[in-house]
């Protein structure tokens, strides 16, 4: 067998097969791979949505997904096993939070009510903005969102006229948290196939979540600089 001669067109040609090759084996990896990641992200974003909803059979096969160019807001609605509707879980935004962009998916019943609320992604200053994960679901002075009704109570920190107490030195991580949830719930009315009955603090609510509610009644505050 003739052996190629070491020239620039015998490189070109060599590199380019291994190229090709290459590209043919991440495609084919890619494809195998795909579909296992793409269950394993439905099977992650399904039991969030259980965790901020009451009982429900299913989530309907399309959410509905706004964008406004800056932020992306998605409504999952759930339904019983006779297809009706027991309430919807949103994604929502904020770019406004002290280090940027805070994601979460908060839970509504029919009546408007916060069932709970998870974080998604933050990257708040740790022991501080970062907090938010469980102080605003916290039993202690006037933290708690969970069990109010989000188109009757005034969810704004309390140094802007709201109701609700900002996570200690984290003001700014705060308003940026609270954005989201009212954004949330505007989405959610605004897609909701039903009217929404807006009525006082669903006490049901508040009973579920009771037990994350409490977890973290007697952590100490950090002291730090007011965001």
Do not use: C
Not at 62 to 68: D, F, G, L, R
Not at 92 to 105: A, E, F, Q, R
Not at 178 to 197: C, G, Q, T, W
Request: hydrophobic share 40%; charged share 20%; proline share 2%.
């Amino acid at each position: 067998m003739k052996k190629l001669e070491s020239n620039f067109l015998n490189m070109v040609l060599v590199l380019t097969g291994i190229a090709i090759f290459a590209a043919i084996t991440l495609a084919s990896v890619y494809t195998l791979t795909k579909e296992s990641i793409d269950n394993s992200k439905q099977t992650k974003r399904e039991e969030a949505i259980r965790a901020v909803l009451p009982p429900f059979d299913h989530v309907g096969l399309k959410p509905v997904e706004m964008n406004n160019g800056v932020e992306t807001t998605t409504v999952y609605k759930a339904y019983d096993k006779n297809n009706v509707l027991v309430g919807a879980a949103v994604e929502s935004s904020s770019n406004n939070g002290y280090k940027g962009h805070i994601d979460i998916l908060v839970g509504f019943n029919l009546k408007g009510v916060i069932v709970n609320y998870i974080i998604l992604d933050q990257n708040e200053t740790l022991g501080l903005g970062s907090k938010m994960d469980t102080w605003f679901k916290t039993n202690k002075g006037k933290q708690n969102i969970l069990g109010k009704n989000a188109g009757l109570a005034h969810l704004n920190v309390r140094v802007d006229g709201g109701e609700v107490d900002a996570i200690t030195a984290a003001t700014i991580s705060s308003r940026a948290f609270l954005f989201a949830i009212r954004n949330a719930y505007f989405e959610f009315k605004s897609n909701m196939e039903i009217p929404v009955i807006e009525s006082e603090i669903d006490n049901d609510s508040t009973r579920q979540n009771s037990k994350v509610s409490t977890s973290n009644l007697n952590k100490p505050e950090m002291e730090g600089q007011d965001q």
